[in-house]
């Protein structure tokens, strides 16, 4: 009997879910050339959906050839429709094969990565009332070009919420609204690189995205360790000048430590003694569970810290809105920069994002979310403590991720394969590391997309996973 999982609490369409699934078991062979196919009565029977979906995905299959009508006899797999040795070639590699992939949370992979918000609470409603009220009252300047900096009613209202929340200091006409975080570090590279060996001070481990922003600019990364509290000051490069130094100092990425007071003075001594600036990438400091946010660093010394942040984490990475706050030096050359990047980010959202803040709707969503993703923390490190008592847990007062520590336990290629095999996927802290053999046995594990039961269920698959690789290793 064929049988998949079919997940209708995802967006796909059911008749696309089904292609889906036939389609990579005739490529993985699972169902070989020549297999009859059950009847599309069958086979909705079988998976609970109605007939006409099945029927419109045997179509798809016959129009591109993997399966193929016999009169009198039924619907059979194609000759020619798989690649040849598909399946010796992913056990030869040690891959998990098609079968064993799909024993995930609804027939994919429970993903604990990390900085992915909670999709299904974004304000919706709100925000489609909004919008339309927006295109409605909106005049007729917006639907043309606009400036490059941003609409003065999101930078406006943007001003008086970082004061607020963050200890921003700053004035509208200091900030720049960017298309996401990335084009603001971009320019930002672009801006300060002005030489012919331009080299950028970066927190190791950090994400690769980050890396590849700074190396795409053509700097050199210059990698500055990262402990429990995050970026080491003493470890900065002496008698090397950096165009600047990048942190991320309310909730490192990906060990999670919130930079102590005592190391925000020694970076900005730092950078007032090679007269450089410190970039601050504040992307998730919304949420912190344990005690205060703290305070940005741009508050201490505006004139050398430039601040970035986005709407990604707290909304949605779909509203590709992120912003920068300059020293007012750098304001007109980075105001250049963007109107040469992509003229401007798109002042419909702006305004509409302007008014969902202004009418309080943003702190609102905020504090709802701090809620339930507090929730799903505690479902993590109660899940993690229960499976995995011996392993410590990092980086947990804050954000949407945390990082465990499994003392023996290598997360090598082989191990994330044989982990991913077990229907989870986590991230090795390694991967993020420029400086290798560091965080061997640490995971990044993010929850903030994660329902609670997943999360419960992805630990303990977590678990067999290990005991399994403990095992084999003769450890256990």
Known sequence: MLWFAI???????LTAQVYEQLRSRILSQELAEGDRLPSS???????????????????????????????????????????????????????????????????RAIDFRAAHPAADYF??????????????????????????E?????????????????GVRCHPDQIVITTGATQALHLITELLSDRSDPCVAVEDPVTDE?????????????PIPVDEKGIIPEKLPAGVKPDFVFVIPSHQFPLGGTLPIQRRIQLLEYARQYDCCIVEDDYDSEFTYEGAAVHSMQGLDPERVIYVGTFSKILSPALRIGYAVLPERFVADYRRLKWFADRHTSALE?????????????????????????KRREALVSSLRQELPQAAILGQAAGMHLVVEVPGVRFTEALLRRIYAEGVQVYAVEHYAICKGGHEHQIVMGYGALPIESIQEGVARLRRAIEDELIVNGIK
């Not at 980050?210 to 210059?222: D, E, N, P």
């Not at 702006?350 to 507090?374: C, D, N, S, V, W």
Request: net charge positive; hydrophobic share 35%; aromatic share 10%.
């Open 210 to 222: 980050m890396r590849t922003i700074f190396t795409y600019a053509g700097s050199t990364v210059l």
């Open 150 to 166: 941003g609409v003065p009613e999101l930078r406006g209202v943007l001003s008086r919420y970082l004061l607020q929340a963050r």
């Open 7 to 13: 997940d209708r609490n995802i967006s796909t369409p």
């Open 41 to 107: 009565r069958e086979l909705a029977g079988n998976i609970g959906v109605s007939r006409n979906v099945v029927l419109e995905a045997y179509e798809r299959l016959t129009a591109e050839g993997f399966i193929e009508g016999r009169p009198q006899a039924g619907t059979f797999v194609a000759a020619g429709s798989s690649f040849e040795r598909m399946r010796e070639a992913e056990q030869e590699r040690g891959a998990p094969s098609a079968a064993r992939r799909r024993t995930g949370d609804g027939g």
């Open 123 to 148: 304000p919706r409603t709100v925000w489609g009332r909004l919008a339309k009220e927006v295109c409605l009252d909106a005049p007729e300047r917006v639907f043309g070009y606009t400036q490059a």
């Open 350 to 374: 702006q305004l509409i994002l302007a008014r969902f803040m202004e009418e309080g709707y943003f702190e609102r969503h905020i504090r709802r979310m701090k809620k339930i993703y507090r």
